[in-house]
């Protein structure tokens, strides 16, 4: 089994500098030379959906054709990891490639409504309350990231549980110059989670209020890193190591989510078994 999830960077419908991911955007066509050479049983990537949608560029296109060539056969398409057991709206492309079977698909899809925030993280589910700054000393990385003055008095005029920035668009002191007469664009920046829907993608900086809807659904902050690596479905006692906070919020936000990679995973299994009783 070869799993291939290369940086997102250049991929990214999020408005970041495409420059960056340059360096990395190529990467499934190193991958394609090591299956050529070791012409593994099973492959698997999983990337965002922009290496399926981008039409300008080839990378994708090149990659199925030899998979083509080499007589695998494969089921791809976009998936949103809230339908494999994930309490968040993350939509990725997956593709899962075979050459030892007849037939393989992506794990079928779960509808799920127990996959809200609610269900896994706040004090009803061994959370504490905890302030914006808090720094845990313990494994278990209850860690929150601070907030200036300013963005503390914004998410205190946030509504609970699911408000926005437009709480506060009418305080000349709160509003951003940006968003001026902008309430449509970007309303999910400085925003609350909902309890009772699934959280938003957990990205790389998600432990930050100014980067999406990353505030707590009540508690004035932005979640902390072991709530995000919930939402993304680390166990609990899983142990993250980095220099500091944004080492590990990468880690968690760059992750293939546990549950959506035990599916797969035993789905593949499933299709091993299969492929050893025929034969």
Known sequence: LFICCSPCQFWTKINTCKNKG????????EFQR???????????????????????????DNFLSFLNSKSYIYDNKIINSNHYGVPQNRKRYLLVATRVSENIRIPEEEYNKELTVRNFIGIHNGFHSVEDGYKDKNEFMHTTASLSEKNKKRIRKTAEDGGT????????????????????????????MFWDKPAPTITTRFNSFSNGRFGHPEEHRAI????????????????????????????????????????????????????????
């Open 224 to 279: 902390s890193l072991r709530e995000g690596a919930t939402l993304m479905t680390f166990p609990k006692t899983y142990i993250f190591k980095g220099p500091n906070e944004a080492s590990i919020a990468k880690q968690i936000g760059n992750a293939v989510p546990p549950e959506l990679s035990k599916r797969i995973g035993n789905s593949l299994q499933e299709n091993y078994r299969t492929v050893k009783i025929l034969n």
């Open 34 to 60: 090591f299956v050529s050479w070791f012409q593994p049983g099973y492959i698997v990537i999983e990337n965002v959906p922009g290496l399926l949608n981008n039409k300008k560029e080839k990378v994708l």
């Open 165 to 192: 920035r437009l709480s506060w668009k009418d305080d000349p002191e709160l509003q951003i110059n940006a968003y001026r007469g902008k309430d449509n664009i970007f309303k999910d920046v400085y925003g609350r």
């Open 22 to 29: 340059l360096k990395s955007k190529n990467l499934l066509t």
